[in-house]
């Protein structure tokens, strides 16, 4: 007989203070007196240590020992060790990341997973996980099919090590932790694993498991179309130019492989990408060239209503966001502090030229947060929609960079920043412009609380925003590019062998607290008979 | 039969003691203060006014020229009420109890025939103990005295009263040792209470302080008081106790 946790034994010793304790308090023998009288003015008091070496064992004492020894034994945990060989619990884990579609390779994690229960896990406990996309055990094999996303192993691989004390992980890339059957990425695949868009600019990042070798590309932004081949040896591409009237910018590799999914790339624009602005009072050439600088604005002159309405040395048109500029009697002598502000967005780098352009806003304009003070004096502040701005416009729109900035903040601010090129990658939340609501609504793709959109699922999904209805493309992108391309590697561990495998045990631990409990209720029955 | 030959021929030597004279209402061997219609002369006083004229002594008025009356004594029977307690605290000691007032009862018997033997045979533990209300004669009393409310019936007494205080050898030396849950015999109460030499020695000492209490409130109300052990033999608590106490002569 053995035991699990043999420290448990030690609790033996609480017999001794049963014993202590049942001499302590030994049952009081009954006796009857003629009377009461005389020995009610006896004080009472707690039998001499002396008397404790007189015990009077009784039966019921006897039970409560054997109580306590026997839920001792059972908290220790006996058990009986047999010729069979104890069952492992092992959990085979499924990196179902969307790359492991490319060359079949689940199913073919699947089909070793077989091979092995029905020949050297026979007898064992076996669990499968798998990400789906987040980690659950799965039910059956089949059930570890690929999600279009990157597939972060280590929650998986925790998951299975809280259920199991063997992990068997199938994929494309060591992990620790666990016994690692190496699937490699198939050596055909190339494909886009990073993609940046802007109005002037697309970047994209490919990866070539395949031979050196030209690679076909094309750019579909709006009419924009532009067919190009990167050269061979070369992972990166990029191109300028002018996509800020695209309402979307699409680059596509024309190759055949084996993993399409990571071929093609698309990033959106949510909003209009026209921003009209409006402009009232003196028409400043140095102002609306800065203006007209702004990517995607309308300019129009007068009062109609415009996304952005700016007034120089006059009242501002209905807009959602209002500029009046006020003429500068004079410059505000000492440094210009800068707020923390998306108008102020890249501004606080021209401190210094702010400082020479700006003049104290009359006292009824400093109403609001103040944008920019020079030497203490406020200069510039916002107000809900409405901005208060003190500035030489002569000298400040001469040829400086703080103006057209200033201009593209307050252009950005007013399309909410939805009119951005924007790539949603699935498995990572996208932010949208408010009140944006997926339509039709789509089980690959989840709103959050925060108003952000997760896509799981490479593909198409339709989003109503307030500006109209858009689609949006969910991309791959898995930025993890394999290094074990090609390379082919068996589970680095045979389950078949017998080292260190632990004979099945039979334990007896139940029977002990059974009996345990038995015990306690017969010293009780006992101990209830004698009182 | 309660006692065997010896024991009642030694019983027909005695007689019950009284400390004043005590008056029947059957005639007996007592004498009486009682005047009138008597056999025995006492002592003559002055006369007075009431008294009756047959008792004037006119041949000592003849000599001195006085009235003077003869006084008489009466010969009257012994009214004696034999009280047992059959409480149940005096279960250990009941037997002895018995058989101490069956003794008693015959001595008191040998005078006039007052107390009935077979009333004594009858008696059964647990019936309800009250003194009754004894106008004259002598009282005797046979209990352990446990019931506080024993000296409030014994003041009613308006007899000369004896009272024989009965322990048993259990109460004069309680034979537990070790934690006991003390049961009262009367009220079934319980109280839990360790012992050892030193609650022994205490338990003694107030029990010693307890018949001496009784003892103290006999005498300061001329009753006569005999503590005795129901394990001493019934015959030398007669013989010698009961007539050192003055209970019997």
Redesign the interface.
């Known amino acids: 007989m053995k035991f699990e946790t043999p420290g448990a034994l030690w609790a033996l010793l609480s017999l001794l203070l049963l014993v202590l304790f049942s001499l302590w308090r030994q049952a009081a023998a009954k006796v009857t007196v003629p009377s009461l009288a005389l020995w009610k003015q006896i004080p009472e008091r707690n039998p001499p240590v002396r008397a404790l070496r007189r015990p009077k064992w009784r039966f019921e004492l006897l039970l409560q020992a054997l109580a306590i020894a026997a839920a001792v034994a059972a908290l220790a945990g006996p058990y009986r060790e047999t010729s069979e060989l104890k069952p492992r619990r092992i959990a085979i884990v499924f990196d179902t990341s969307a790359r492991m579609r490319a060359g079949d390779r689940l199913r073919q994690a699947q089909d070793q997973a077989l091979a092995l229960i029905s020949s050297k896990l026979r007898g064992d406990e076996v669990s499968f996980y798998g990400a789906l996309p987040s980690p659950e055990r799965l039910k059956t094999l089949a059930q570890a099919q690929p999600v279009d996303l990157h597939v972060e192993l280590e929650p998986l691989l925790a998951a299975a090590r809280a259920a199991a004390d063997q992990v068997i992980l199938f994929s494309d890339r060591p992990a620790d932790g666990a016994h690692l059957g190496l699937l490699p990425a198939p050596s055909d695949n190339v494909g886009i694993v990073e993609f940046t868009a802007t109005d002037e600019e697309v970047f994209v990042r490919i990866a070539n498991h395949g031979p050196t070798r030209p690679i076909p590309i094309e750019l579909s932004a709006g009419d924009v179309r532009i067919r190009d081949t990167i050269p061979p040896g070369r992972l990166v591409w990029s191109r300028r130019g002018d996509y800020s009237k695209a309402p979307s910018v699409r680059v596509s590799l024309a190759v055949s492989d084996s993993f399409p999914l990571d071929d093609a790339v698309e990033a959106v624009r949510l909003a209009e990408a026209t921003t009209t602005v409006s402009v009232t009072g003196l028409l400043h050439p140095q102002v609306l060239r800065a203006l007209r600088a702004v990517p995607g604005v309308a300019l129009r002159t007068g009062e109609g209503s415009a996304r952005v309405a700016v007034g120089v040395d006059a009242p501002p048109g209905p807009a959602d966001l209002r500029i009046r500029l006020i003429p500068a009697a004079s410059r505000l002598p000492g440094e210009a502090v800068i707020a923390n502000h998306p108008l102020m967005l890249d501004l606080d780098k021209r401190a210094k030229e702010l400082a020479q352009v700006c003049g104290e806003l009359p006292p009824a304009d400093r109403i609001g947060q103040p944008l920019i003070t020079v030497g203490g004096k406020v200069a510039a502040v916002v107000n809900g929609k409405d901005v208060r701005l003190c500035v030489d416009i002569g000298d400040w729109g001469n040829s400086l960079p703080s103006l057209p900035i200033f201009f593209a903040n307050a252009v950005d601010v007013a399309r909410s920043g939805g009119s951005r090129l924007t790539v949603l990658r699935t498995g990572q939340p996208m932010a949208l412009p408010p009140e944006t609501t997926l339509d039709p609504p789509s089980e690959g793709a989840l709103l959050m609380p925060d108003g952000s959109l997760v896509a799981h699922r490479v593909g198409e999904y339709g989003l109503r925003t307030p500006s109209g209805h858009r689609t949006v493309h969910a991309n791959l992108l898995d930025e993890r590019e394999s290094d074990t391309a090609g390379i082919r590697r068996d589970l680095d561990w045979d389950p078949g062998s017998p080292t260190g495998r632990e004979p099945k045990r039979r334990g007896y631990g139940g029977i002990a607290a059974g009996a345990a409990l038995m015990l306690l209720v017969l010293a009780w029955l006992m101990q209830l008979r004698t009182e | 039969m309660l006692f065997d030959d010896e024991f009642l021929r030694k019983l027909e030597g005695l007689r019950l003691a009284v400390r004043r004279s005590v008056s029947g209402r059957r005639e007996g061997e007592r004498l009486t203060r009682k005047r009138g219609g008597s056999a025995e002369f006492t002592s003559h006083r002055s006369y007075t006014q009431g008294d009756e004229f047959r008792a004037i002594d006119w041949n000592l008025y003849g000599r001195l020229g006085q009235l003077y009356v003869k006084e008489f004594t009466r010969e009257e029977a012994l009214p004696v009420r034999l009280v047992m307690d059959t409480s ?5 000691k009941f037997e002895f109890a018995r058989r101490l007032g069956a003794a008693l009862a015959l001595v008191a018997n040998q005078e006039s025939p007052s107390i009935a033997l077979a009333e004594m045979e009858s008696l059964r533990i647990g019936a309800p103990f009250a003194i009754p209300t004894v106008p004259r004669g002598l009282a005797i009393v046979v209990s ?1 005295l ?1 019931d ?1 409310g024993l000296r409030s019936q014994l003041l009613r007494l308006r007899s000369e009263t004896a009272v024989i205080h009965v322990l ?1 050898p259990e ?1 004069l030396e ?1 034979p ?1 040792t ?10 079934g ?6 012992v ?1 030499d030193q ?1 022994r020695a ?2 003694r000492r ?2 010693a302080e ?1 018949c001496a209490a009784w003892k103290k409130w006999c005498f300061d109300r001329e009753m006569n008081y005999l503590r005795c052990t129901s394990s001493t033999a019934l015959e030398e608590i007669v013989q010698v106790y009961l007539r050192e106490a003055g209970v019997l002569e």
């Open positions: 149940a605290s005096m279960a250990p352990d446990w506080e048993s109460e309680p537990v070790g934690k006991v849950r003390l049961i009262d015999s009367e009220t109460e319980g109280v839990v209470r360790y050892g609650e205490e338990y107030l029990l307890y």
